[in-house]
């Protein structure tokens, strides 16, 4: 059973930036693509990017291109989501994910992590 916990969430101003960790409990992000996904209160789950293995191409949600950033430390089987110029409207719990068997979906999800933004 693969087992997905994320951190790094919590309470910050507006243009400040924060890292989340995805830590896997296998060598899954080697062989599976990542996810970070969001969902706000009252929001259905956004998606906010994702890190395909096969080429280590990236893809990012509108509201954050240019803002958020995922990256992978294989031998730490962990991902990260690199938050930078945060808004309030990024405020959101935040879920890794991880083996993509179809697009935006996902085998495997992590408890999530909450993230607030005050403006």
């Known amino acids: 059973q693969v087992q997905l916990v994320e951190s790094g969430g919590g309470l910050v101003q507006a243009g400040d930036s924060l890292r989340l960790s995805c830590a896997a409990s296998g060598r899954i992000f080697s062989t599976y693509n990542a996810g970070w996904f969001r969902q706000a209160p009252g929001k259905e789950r956004e998606f906010v990017a994702k890190l395909q293995w096969t080429d280590g191409n990236t893809y990012y949600g509108d509201s954050v291109k240019g803002r958020f950033i995922i990256s992978s430390d294989n031998a730490k089987n962990t991902v990260y989501l690199q938050m930078n110029s945060l808004k309030p409207e990024d405020t959101a719990v935040y879920y890794c994910?991880?083996?993509?068997?179809?697009?935006?979906?996902?085998?495997?999800w992590g408890q999530g992590t909450q993230v607030t933004v005050s403006s």
């Open positions: 994910a991880a083996g993509e068997y179809k697009v935006g979906e996902y085998l495997h």
